[in-house]
């Protein structure tokens, strides 16, 4: 097969800012033609959920009928259009999903009937072989006041090599509720691209728990439209990125309905050369009347030859809202190590205590015991030489 | 506060008065073309050099694009603009001896009065030109130059001078430093010798007053080993319904152990685009302090950077800005920390009122070299109603493993619980919104001095107006 | 013949903006109850933060003894390991990190050895019984959503458990009900009848006091010394307060 590369924008933030910074996209470059399937195939799915495929026409009526309106003067401020024309808004944008759309075979549409409450948990396993290049495409279609518990994970051999590119659509009907769990432990010479739209009607709520341990280029975008009234967003993402790896993470919250909440909440944690670019977004949209946002970043620094961008942003068109972020890089606070030391504990222990307590406490989430213990044997594996 | 409300209010329209422009000025004319440049290069009788980097500049500034983020600036047409306008008069050291007419306008805005009551020294730009300037005899005895720019390019300091003009802000920058380094005129030089302590601070008064044109004026200080000022500038211009340009520029040289405090408060009108740069490096236990309030403009870009450079050298940003209807207000601060121990603060806060935007955005850089850097910021914005808008955009960049940065913003609106208690100790409700937001901004106005503090207090009451 | 464990010698500390301590000389002996007493902003945390080595307050003259060794230089993890506790006014969160955990990790550190598990189980489920814990708070985040008296409980729980020779109580009986004060005052009890422990109660109030025997009291005034005296001081400055004290610093200070 012949060599084709391509190059892509991934991860565009909403709100450009000075360029020498380097933080306004990532230009990705390199082969991503698909050499291999992820097989997903579900025995015995519980009643009230239902999967079938897609072809891309059916796929992108269905997204477009459930994809908030966007209205042209609600962009102001910049002289760019915040977010770039999607028809679905994505976290790494057009070029991304224009590629997922050219690559992906079918969509996978993963329904929840009306009224169904799944209280066991979904497992979606996903098992790269060293050199496969994969894409994958689903579209998660949760139906009125339906419950669901959705466990992804993406994992490979150690060492292995390859290319996952995962798009996640996700669509919340009045009352629904989704908790999506997605663990990311790729090999060491992986490139991961994890893509996620959501759109939330009536008081639907979305809990996005994601772990983002393993691959050598990591790229995670979300973007969660809060269209509906009372619709509640709360993300919790733990990340390690360690010796010559690097990451980009770019999440947004559109909050477009009135008393609609978000609280997103990022831990990380870098060490060897590693290289980490976060934009978390908080955008308050007219209309989003007695909204709230907060969003918090930590990121805990090991080494000295690090490179760390943070961009926490609040967009405001809306006056009765309240927003808040906070972003905290460096070492343990003194704090913390004075607490620590009063009880014997020396300074390098105490870090690596609080690495992994960082990550756990993101896991603890997970309702999958195993799954908390693979991801607790990853992240010991990844501090080893 | 019963102080601060003493002092007499200001009324918009002493902002507003305009020249007759018939009566001896000169204008150069509009457009930015390379015997414009030359023009100008030789009305202000350059050295060489300075001839050679005004050209230099200009094809810089042709060669870069505007940038893709931030306000619209398309409203900015440079055919438009005259870069060059002065009043057929030299400088003074005396304010009889200044023209009626312009005389009359520091009148209003007070600079007179100031200069005498609580001032080093003052200068006063009107349009391209410094038209006054003096420094008080004791300050003076005590070696510190307080002079216009184009006096320094060839007095005692030259070589100074050629050694740091443009070396912080250079016209590869962006756009409007290029532009800035072409047509640049006017503004102060300000020498503060070692271990000077000038207890009174300085002020540079620039006014806009011609309709269509730009204003470019260069403010260079360098504050030597130990010494100490506090520099204050004052920008205001009357209204006019064509866009004006200030892209001024501003380098600040903070030496070991030495300490400068800037404070702005920027009035210009509302047709204003201010596309200003202000830099500062600071050495080795120096610091560099700013005190910025943005109340003016159409559309401002507007980010003091300070490089911290030498070993424990800190740096602290207060601003505020105050956008209301018609304006695109972009503001905040960015820090460059390269020495060890370095530490930076930055506390801003914002207002949004009738339709203005107000976007606050910063960078902090920690370089690899910059053990044990600590940085925080603080800011907060208030919307005051729905059809405003109010951004956060704030960066930071940490390349050691030693640093500690830390970052807080909060959004909002005035709590309706305030207004109510405010309302229950029999205040109007009106005067209770003004009272919180004079409340927000009062971390900002207690750095300033008091009568300036006053200044934008009447700032803040006038844009509350007809809540 | 008593043992003399802590020896305070001129201490004088101070942080960036300024002297708060000034020549503290304070002897404890081993199994001796001492406490502090003071009016707001005397410095009383601020000496327990001393002694504990907080790098945030820097000792600008004298030194500090433990067991005989000068540890005015070391770092506050080796004094712990020596045997010295700090109860916090405000322990710390740590999300991700269980209570029980935390405590193996901190046995394990100060000894130096394996842990015996069952052991170690046993002692932890007693201890939490004496302090009237649930259970579950053993797999609970650290200090993570407890309420200000379980925070408390759980600095007594680890001063139970990781036996020191000489604890620091801040305020611990701050903000606590009746009923918490009582189950607090027991588990000190505990450590200080049953395991022997010396102490350096600091508080404000004197609730804590009425069960727990107290050979001397200290009262601290900006940050100086000003007296000393037997448990009767207690009762004294209960019915009096601190007003004879104020202004006696100066004196002293000449």
């Not at chain 1, 044997?377 to 990844?382: C, L, M, R, T």
């Not at chain 2, 800037?262 to 610091?287: C, D, F, H, P, Q």
């Not at chain 3, 050895?113 to 985040?141: G, H």
């Not at chain 3, 069960?211 to 400055?237: A, F, N, Q, R």
Request: aromatic letters at 8%; glycine letters at 8%.
């Amino acid at each position: 097969m012949a060599q084709t590369t391509k190059t892509m924008q991934v991860g565009r933030i909403p709100s450009l800012t000075w360029n020498k910074l380097k933080v306004n996209y990532s230009l990705l470059e390199g082969d991503f033609s698909v050499t291999a399937d992820v097989a997903t195939a579900f025995e015995g799915l519980p009643e009230g959920i239902s999967e079938r495929a897609l072809t891309g026409e059916e796929a992108e009526a269905f997204l477009s009928a459930h994809a908030p309106e966007e209205k042209q003067e609600a962009v102001i401020a910049g002289k760019e259009p915040i977010y770039h024309p999607q028809a679905f808004g994505t976290g790494l944008g057009k070029e991304v999903d224009d590629f997922v759309r050219a690559s992906a075979k079918s969509v996978s549409l993963f329904e929840v009937a009306e009224g169904a409450k799944i209280d066991t948990p979904i497992l979606w396993d996903m098992h790269f072989e060293d050199g496969a290049r994969a894409v994958t495409s689903q579209i998660i279609h949760v139906g009125e006041n339906a419950s669901l518990t959705l466990v992804m994970t993406s994992d490979s051999e150690k060492m292995a090599s390859g290319v996952s590119l995962i798009s996640t659509r996700v669509v919340l009907e009045r009352g629904a509720q989704l908790h999506l769990a997605k663990t990311q432990m790729l090999g060491r010479g992986f490139l991961s691209m994890d893509d996620l739209g959501a759109a939330l009607k009536d008081g639907a709520a979305l809990t996005l728990t994601q772990l983002e341990l393993g691959a050598e280029k990591t790229y995670v975008g979300t973007q969660a439209e809060l269209v509906g009234k009372a619709s509640r967003l709360a993300v919790n993402m733990g990340y390690l990125v360690t010796r010559r790896e690097n990451a980009w993470i770019n999440v947004n919250a559109v909050q477009r309905g009135k008393k609609t909440d978000v609280k997103m909440h990022f831990d990380g944690v870098l060490d060897g050369t590693a290289q980490k670019n976060f934009c978390g977004t908080i955008d308050f949209r007219k209309g989003s009347k007695g909204s709230k946002g907060n969003e918090q970043e930590n990121v805990l620094l090991l080494s000295d030859d690090i490179v760390n961008k943070t961009l926490p942003v609040i967009l405001c068109e809306e006056e009765d809202v309240e927003g808040r972020h906070g972003a905290s890089i460096g070492r343990l606070d003194e704090d913390m190590l004075f607490y620590m030391a009063a009880r014997g504990i020396d300074e390098k222990t105490a870090e690596q205590m609080m690495v992994r307590a960082r990550l756990r406490a993101v896991a603890s989430a997970i309702p999958v015991r195993s799954l908390r213990d693979r991801i607790r044997d990853f992240i010991e594996e990844a501090f080893e030489a | 506060m019963s102080e601060k409300q003493n002092i007499q209010e200001v009324d918009r329209s002493l902002y507003d008065f305009k020249d007759d422009e018939s009566k001896g000025f000169f204008r150069m004319k509009e457009g930015l073309t390379r015997d414009i440049v030359e023009q100008i290069s030789e009305e202000k009788h350059d050295p060489k050099w300075m001839h050679d980097f005004r050209l230099k500049s200009l094809e810089i500034y042709n060669n870069t694009e505007v940038p893709n983020w931030g306000p619209p600036i398309d409203g900015l047409d440079m055919d438009r603009i005259s870069s060059y306008v002065r009043s057929k008069s030299n400088m003074k050291g005396n304010w009889d001896e200044v023209p009626e007419e312009i005389k009359n306008t520091f009148e209003k805005l007070g600079i007179p009065q100031a200069e005498r009551e609580s001032l080093a020294g003052v200068g006063a730009q009107y349009d391209s030109e410094l038209v006054y300037h003096n420094v008080k005899d004791e300050v003076a005895k005590s070696g510190v130059i307080y002079t216009d720019m184009e006096s320094a390019l060839t007095g005692d300091y030259a070589d100074l001078v050629q050694q740091t003009f443009m070396h912080l802000v250079p016209p590869t920058d962006h756009k409007f430093a290029a532009l800035h380094g072409a047509v640049w005129s006017g503004g102060s030089f300000v020498y503060v010798p070692k271990g000077v302590k000038v207890d009174i601070p300085l002020q540079s008064y620039f006014r806009l007053n011609a309709k269509g044109a730009g204003q470019f004026e260069h403010t260079l200080i360098i504050v030597d080993e130990g010494a100490d000022l506090h520099f204050i500038e004052g920008c205001s211009a009357p209204k006019y319904n064509v866009a004006n340009l200030h892209a001024g520029c501003v380098e600040l040289y903070v030496r070991k152990g030495a300490r400068l405090r800037y404070s702005t408060i920027e009035n210009w009108s509302k047709n204003m685009y201010n596309l200003n740069t202000k830099r500062a490096l600071v050495e080795e236990g120096g610091r560099m302090e700013w005190v910025s309030g943005s109340f003016g403009s159409h559309v401002s870009y507007l980010y003091p950077t300070t490089i911290l450079k030498g070993d424990h050298s800190h740096c602290e940003f207060t601003g505020i800005t105050f956008a209301g209807n018609g304006q695109n207000l972009d503001t905040g601060a960015k820090m460059i920390h390269i020495g060890e121990d370095t530490s930076s603060y930055i506390n801003t806060k914002s207002i949004s009122k009738d339709g203005g935007v107000s976007t606050y955005r910063s960078s902090i850089v920690i370089e690899k070299t910059a053990k044990r850097a600590k940085s925080s910021v603080d800011c907060a914005s208030l919307m005051l109603d729905d059809i405003s808008r109010s951004d956060t955009i704030p960066a930071m960049d940490v390349r050691t493993g030693d640093a500690d940065v830390g970052h807080e913003a909060k959004i909002g609106r005035i709590s309706d619980e305030a207004v109510f208690y405010l309302m229950s100790r029999g205040i109007t409700e009106s005067e209770a919104r003004a009272m919180i937001v004079s409340g927000f901004a009062d971390p900002v106005s207690k750095e300033l001095p008091l009568e300036y503090a006053a200044e934008m207090n009447n700032l803040i009451k006038l844009e509350m107006e007809g809540m | 013949m008593a043992e003399l464990l802590l020896k305070v010698q001129d201490l004088s500390a101070a942080i960036e903006e300024g002297e708060l301590l000034h020549h503290i000389n304070l002897d404890v002996n081993a199994g001796e109850t001492h406490v502090l007493m003071g009016p707001n902003g005397a410095g009383k945390s601020t000496l327990g933060y001393t002694l504990m080595g907080n790098p945030a307050y820097k000792v600008t003259g004298g030194k500090i003894f433990f067991d005989g060794e000068d540890v005015t230089a070391l770092s506050a993890d080796k004094r712990a390991r020596m045997g010295m506790f700090l109860s916090f006014q405000n322990p710390l969160e740590v999300p991700g990190l269980s209570l029980e955990s935390f405590l193996r990790n901190a046995i394990r550190q100060r000894t130096g050895k394996p842990l015996k598990i069952f052991q170690f189980k046993k002692e932890l489920e007693e201890t939490m019984a004496l302090l009237q814990m649930d259970p579950s708070y053993a797999d609970r985040d650290l200090n993570v959503g407890f309420s200000g008296g379980e925070k408390k409980k759980a600095e007594i729980l680890q001063l139970l458990m990781l036996r020191p020779k000489f604890a620091i109580l801040d305020e611990t009986d701050s903000g606590l009900d009746v009923d918490a004060v009582r189950t607090v005052s027991r588990g000190i009890e505990e450590y200080q009848k049953k395991r022997g422990g010396a102490l350096l109660v600091i508080t404000h109030s004197t609730k804590i006091l009425e069960s727990l025997h107290v050979d001397y009291t200290h009262v601290l005034v900006k940050g100086t010394m000003v007296t000393t005296g037997g448990p009767e001081l207690v009762d004294e400055i209960n019915a009096h307060g601190f007003e004879k004290y104020v202004g006696k610093e100066d004196s002293e200070k000449a």
